[in-house]
């Protein structure tokens, strides 16, 4: 009765604030636009994926389980959903957090038409996938709740968008809310912040590690009842039909690689969670609280522990075999795959004609794609070496764990040190430089006066040998 | 060596077996499906023939050129052997192999039914990647695939007067016909059409309606200026709002132009609001 009465509420109110579309200030939009994207970009999840709905008649969009990015911001992230704040007014006072409480920063709220239109314009236009809102805490977490709640209600019913909303859960807002909310969207992810209890309680003073573990847990038993449902009857609502993510902040506090990979695997483990995002730690505050960092932020480290996130994920890895007590951090150098590979070179080579899929798959330069592929295309016959880089299988990578058809690619031994050695050789693709430093730092090319070439005299003394 | 030369040529010279047969065929679906129905009509080993998409850029000793007229119940023919044998997914790889400018789209698709049809299983006819064809067949299909997957989230409409949403692409692949059922779905009572500048076609899609290419002369399609000034109103308030948010979007501390454009690479940005 309550959730009906709820419901009438909001749709009482959206006749009173629809604003005609022609009435819209833009520079007013402008400017609130301005301030809550940049309020909301230090948020990791972009995703768009994990439902599949068709469009109807009546609405407009639909979701593709796939995701889509609809294009790449100067950072090289995905900008697949109209990523904003409803408010960056918050009553808490997170140190790491741009929009505390004590900090200077212009304040904005939007309005939930405000959204709807921003959305639905910028939908119609294939600029966006859909819309990730999230919000500083305004008032308090029942009211922004609230707001949330009213947003994607008017999206959905008013506007009937069938595009991707993922909203942000709002720890310590009333259960029935989220309850409300997370029929309305497809992905719903309450933030941990940061990997553990001390570090929250250091950090983010007002937030409680049960307090966000509560919402987190709430979502889980409702996507799980809400499939239990959907087995017996077919047109019941989706609850939150995409899954939960998470994310924290990697950096700001001691934890160590491994305490982080059992916190997320937990995470997997005991809430069903789909994702579970890593940020690598911006000082955006300055406060004696937080790390100085040099050289920008942990971008190395965040790659590691993605790269560990998706071993765990999709290649059968438990975070113990990643790391250990002894060995709580992971090798710069070399990424987690290869890492376990070397430590464990008593089970290699493998022979990729016989072994089965889930040792195939741990041999490092080997995805899943290629490992499905090799399972499927060796039905047809023994596979060689050449049809390995065919399927795709990085050979410079994978040709010191391997054998096809008893042999050895090259005359390579089954040695630590060597093997290790020759791995390093062959450059690592990172999405940024060793160091964490990005290729913004290499100024010198863009100012030319700089760019000191070889001069003809350069040339000729390069050919003679005397350079 | 040379002299072991010497007595091959010789060999193809006294017999004609030995010719390599080039068929040409149409560069649509029905004609090179045609053909290949063609290439099953001579009495050759396939592994004597080769299938062209429109004439050979190069001369080739010992070979006869045939042509290979488009019919539609050959092609049809085909096709039901194609889904029967190999399944509705690969039919869809081989036609979306075929939407690309590769000279040997067409031959590749010929031997890996010829291979196809040679094995035990040939519902697993695209796993079987170890086979010089099939691979081929594979990577013009990913390479396709890839656009598609890119373009369906790098298009970008503008609104026009009546409401109408246009859309101009410069694609690598002729890959209009694969993207139209996203967006004809995702858009269904939106009046809009997409434009590929490089190939001169156009798609429409009327609002509740099925979509459809336009048949006629599309060379006269109005430049950017002239399209700009038949915006519906607010369109560059929107597109304006948008690149803001782009711009806000992006983390200083973690700038990395590498990045962007190794994941949107330029050639898209030409047709994008935001660059």
């Known amino acids: 009765m309550q959730i009906a009465d709820y419901n009438s509420v909001i749709i009482g109110s959206q006749t009173q604030i629809s604003i005609p579309g022609k009435m819209i200030d833009f520079s007013i939009i402008m400017e609130k636009l301005g301030v809550l994207t940049d309020a909301a970009k230090y948020d990791v999840a972009c995703t768009s994926s994990g439902v599949d709905r068709s469009g109807d008649k009546s609405g407009m969009g639909n979701a593709v389980a796939g995701g889509i990015c609809h294009s790449f911001s100067a950072d090289g992230r995905c900008i697949s959903l109209l990523k904003i704040l409803l408010t960056n007014e918050c009553a808490y006072d997170c140190k790491y957090c741009i929009n505390r409480k004590s900090n200077d920063v212009k304040r ?3 309005t939930p038409e405000e959204i709807c239109t921003l959305t639905m314009e910028f939908y119609k ?62 992905r719903m992810s309450v933030n941990l912040e940061l990997p553990t ?17 509560a919402p987190m847990r709430q979502i889980q038993t409702g996507i799980k009842s809400s499939k239990d449902e959907l087995v017996v009857f077919r047109n019941a609502p989706k609850f939150v039909p995409a899954g939960q993510s998470t994310q924290m902040i990697v950096g700001a506090t001691s934890e160590n690689d491994y305490q982080i990979m059992n916190v997320a695997q937990g995470l997997y483990q005991k809430f069903d969670l789909k994702r579970v995002f890593y940020s690598a730690f911006v000082a955006v505050n300055e406060d004696k609280d937080l790390p100085a960092i040099g050289g920008g932020p ?10 560990a996130d998706w071993l765990m994920r999709f290649y059968g890895f438990d975070a113990n075999e990643l790391l250990s007590e002894e060995r709580p951090n992971f090798n710069v150098l070399l990424d987690p795959k290869a890492d376990w590979a070397l430590r464990h070179l008593e089970l290699f080579p493998v022979e990729i004609n016989r072994a089965d899929y889930q040792m195939i798959l741990r041999i490092p330069g080997v ?14 016959g023994n596979l060689t070496f050449r049809d390995l880089k065919k399927i795709g299988v990085v050979l410079k990578r994978a040709l010191y764990f391997i054998t096809c058809n008893g042999k050895m690619q090259y005359n390579t031994k089954i040695e630590e040190n060597y093997i290790t050695r020759n791995l390093l050789s062959v450059k690592e693709r990172l999405p940024f430089d060793k160091d964490g430093v990005t290729y913004q730092q290499l100024s010198m090319f863009e100012n030319k006066e700089n760019w000191l070439l070889p001069s003809l005299e350069d040339q000729f003394q390069s050919v003679s040998g005397q350079l | 060596m040379s002299v072991q030369r010497g ?24 004609g090179v499906f045609s053909g ?47 889904c029967d044998k190999f399944g509705m997914n690969t039919y869809y790889q081989f036609c979306q192999a075929l939407a690309t400018m590769d000279e040997e789209r067409a031959d590749a698709v010929y031997h890996a039914i010829v291979v196809g049809l040679s094995m035990k299983s040939p519902m697993q006819l695209m796993n079987h990647l170890a086979n010089d064809s099939v691979h081929k067949v594979f990577c013009l299909s990913r390479a396709v695939n890839n656009e598609i997957l890119h373009m369906k989230g790098f298009l970008r409409f503008q609104e026009l007067e009546g409401g109408i949403l246009f859309s101009k692409i410069g694609p690598k692949h002729d890959i209009v016909e694969f993207i139209m059922p996203h967006f004809s779905d995702r858009f269904q009572n939106q009046n809009f059409m997409i434009y590929d500048e490089t190939r001169k076609r156009l798609a429409i899609h009327p609002a509740n309606q099925e979509w459809a290419f336009v048949d006629s002369d599309v060379q006269n399609i109005p430049s950017d200026d002239e399209i700009s000034k038949h915006y519906v109103e607010g369109e560059l308030e929107y597109q304006k709002l948008f690149q803001h948010f782009c711009d806000t979007i992006a983390i200083r501390e973690r700038k990395n132009l590498f990045l962007q454009r190794q994941m949107l690479p330029l050639r898209f940005r030409k047709n994008m609001t935001e660059f």
């Open chain 1, 298 to 307: 942990p971008l190395l480290r965040e790659h590691r522990l993605y790269q």
């Open chain 1, 125 to 186: 236009r294939n600029y966006i996938e859909g819309l990730f809102l999230s919000s500083g805490i305004l008032n308090n977490p029942s009211y922004t709740m609230e707001q949330i709640y009213e947003t994607v209600f008017l999206l959905r019913n008013k506007y009937h968008f069938r595009g991707y909303i993922h909203v942000k859960g709002i720890p310590g807002a009333d259960p029935i809310l989220i309850q409300q909310t997370g029929y309305l969207v497809d």
């Open chain 2, 36 to 82: 290949i129905y063609f290439a099953y009509e001579q009495k050759k080993s396939p592994k004597e023939i080769r299938l062209l998409v429109g004439e050979p850029k190069e001369l080739l000793l010992f070979s006869r050129i045939l042509y290979a007229t488009p019919d539609a119940v050959k092609a049809q023919k085909v096709i039901r052997t194609i």
């Open chain 1, 367 to 380: 995805g899943v794609k290629s490992a499905q592929r090799i399972i499927q295309a060796r039905k047809n």
């Open chain 1, 108 to 110: 904005e709220t939007f």
């Open chain 2, 7 to 30: 007595i091959n040529m010789s060999l193809y010279e006294s017999s004609d077996e030995y010719e390599v047969l080039i068929i040409v065929c149409e560069n649509t679906l029905e």
């Open chain 1, 197 to 213: 209890a001390e570090g929250l309680k250091r950090l983010a003073p007002n937030k409680h590690r049960t307090n966000i573990l």
